[in-house]
């Protein structure tokens, strides 16, 4: 059963807030909309990388942090602005067809069963970024940190091993840069 069709627990609620439940609930459901529309189910990059891993005599790690701490994170951290901002946004779209990030039509000619080019994945992640800092921190900047934290640590502990890390696309620049960071 997809996380969208979930039915209601109180311990849900207990571990992520009202609201951060609410936006676990908007989120699985967009994802399961989007997943139609390109024909991929949600997860199957995941379950791909398990299989891959698998097939190469690899061991999984999983590197991202905890879900449940990035949705109380952004729950906390998200202003009223960024929340009527939002709003505004998504009517702007509706009615005009344009949002701050380009023209609908443009971004509706990406291709989401590829990975997009990394220069326009930086460019929204920057506009994500100024348009919404708590929402960009929270998703984005705070997962960053811990999954190149995790990358670090499995380079330092098995010097000699290949590493394959799969991240989404909008997390590749701010890691790589953290990494390269540490090894300078």
Same mark, same amino acid.
């Given at each position: ?68 701490? /990035? *949705?109380? +994170?952004?729950?906390?951290?998200? /202003? ?29 000619? *990406? ?9 326009? *994945?930086?460019?929204?992640?920057? +506009? ?11 998703? *984005? ?35 790589? +840069? ?7």
């Amino acid at each position: 059963m997809s996380n969208a069709k979930r039915k209601l627990r109180v311990k849900d609620v207990l571990k992520l807030g009202v609201g951060g439940f609410l936006f676990n609930l908007v989120g699985a459901w967009v994802e399961e909309q989007l997943g139609k529309v390109v024909r991929v189910k949600p997860g199957s990059d995941m379950k791909q990388a398990v299989i891959s891993a698998g097939k190469m005599k690899c061991k999984v790690v999983l590197i991202d942090q905890e879900i449940k701490i /990035t *949705i109380k +994170n952004l729950m906390k951290g998200i /202003t009223f602005r960024e929340k009527l901002r939002f709003v505004g946004d998504i009517i702007k779209g509706a009615v005009f067809k344009k949002s701050d990030l380009g023209k609908i039509e443009d971004l509706q000619k *990406i291709d989401l069963r590829k990975v997009p080019p990394q220069e326009l *994945i930086d460019k929204l992640v920057e +506009n994500v970024a100024k348009r919404y800092p708590s929402v960009y921190k929270a998703l *984005i900047e705070d997962r960053n940190k811990v999954m190149a934290r995790k990358l670090i640590k499995l380079m330092s502990t098995y010097p000699d091993s290949k590493i394959v890390a799969i991240v989404g696309a909008g997390h590749v620049s701010g890691m790589m +840069n953290l990494i390269s960071q540490q090894y300078k």
